[in-house]
């Protein structure tokens, strides 16, 4: 590692081209300079100057050098800066959600991205396990999750509800399916499918044994394939509002209408100890908004309801 004081030095005196002058300008003794270029030199391996009269030049290797410290030198005041500055509209922004609420979500962050090119956006798509891990590792900035992690490296806050939705094929003409109906048809499971069924299932069909115990037709990890499936008629699912809002078909499926309806909150997770950057501000309240309009009606949030 070359010395930054001797190279600094080096570089004042390339500029004051003297060393009378170098030594005052870093209040040090002329001597004091020579001997950190010779110090330098040694680190080097190779001469520096050359004595020309009182003066000197530069050889190649000192060429070569000083255009290595003023490099070092600007990139030094350029992360000085960087460090300093926390700018709203630059840099990287990474947030994580289940595929339904990531599906509603990245469309309304896209406007915000158009208008500020220099942000940087990841939005991933992840069962609630991995949400919670990405997170607390520092990752990605933000989370949105079903459940408060507990974790003493989070942050978590309610920031909405939102219904958990028995979906069936409109063509199976099922308004409120039987449990031989959905044994039927067979379920199809996703990343979070055990889990919602675990939630919404016992309230309302006293046969339910557990979800390892469905009669499964399939898995689907894509979002958007999940209720495809459902609206070919392949089978039902259980998927958070928001997975069918998005959904271009969704005449073609039927939200049950259940005796005990069940809804689930949504929790906004941050690393604990950490300050959120400016630039996650707006991905932040585009979150909040969101959670807070599957909470208070689809209404608010210019969508309308599957049939």
Avoid at 17 to 42: D, H
Avoid at 167 to 174: C, E, M, N, R, V
Avoid at 291 to 301: C, R, T, Y
């Amino acid at each position: 590692m070359i010395n930054a004081t001797w190279l600094e030095s080096f570089i004042t005196l390339t500029e004051e081209e003297s060393f009378t002058k170098t030594a005052k300008r870093l209040n040090m003794t002329q001597p004091g300079v020579s001997q950190q270029i010779r110090k330098l030199e040694q680190q080097i391996g190779a001469p520096l100057l050359q004595r020309v009269g009182k003066g000197f030049l530069l050889t190649d290797a000192g060429k070569d050098l000083r255009a290595f410290g003023l490099r070092r030198r600007d990139e030094e005041v350029h992360l000085l800066e960087t460090l300093g500055r926390d700018d709203p509209h630059s840099g990287a922004v990474g947030v994580a959600a289940s595929g339904s609420f990531a599906n509603l979500l990245y469309p309304a962050l896209l406007p915000h991205l158009a208008q500020h090119p220099d942000l940087r956006l990841t939005l991933q798509a992840a069962p609630e396990r991995s949400v919670i891990e990405a997170v607390a590792e520092g990752t990605l900035d933000l989370g949105v999750v079903n459940c408060d992690p507990e974790q003493r490296r989070l942050v978590a806050e309610q920031i909405g509800e939102e219904e958990l939705c028995l979906i069936t094929p409109s063509s199976a003409g099922l308004g409120t399916p039987e449990w031989i109906d959905l044994e039927r048809l067979g379920f199809i499971d996703h990343p979070d499918g055990k889990s919602y069924a675990e939630q919404l299932m016992p309230r309302n069909y006293p046969q339910f044994e557990g979800a390892e115990k469905l009669r499964r037709r399939g898995f689907v990890n894509q979002i958007n394939q999940i209720p495809a499936s459902v609206a070919a008629g392949v089978g039902y699912t259980i998927l958070p509002r928001s997975g069918i809002l998005t959904f271009p078909r969704a005449d073609e499926l039927s939200v049950a209408a259940l005796t005990v309806p069940h809804r689930q909150a949504l929790w906004l997770i941050t690393r604990a100890g950490r300050k959120l950057p400016a630039r996650c501000r707006w991905a932040e309240e585009e979150i909040r908004r969101l959670g807070a309009g599957l909470g208070l009606g689809l209404s608010s949030l210019g969508m309308n309801s599957a049939h």
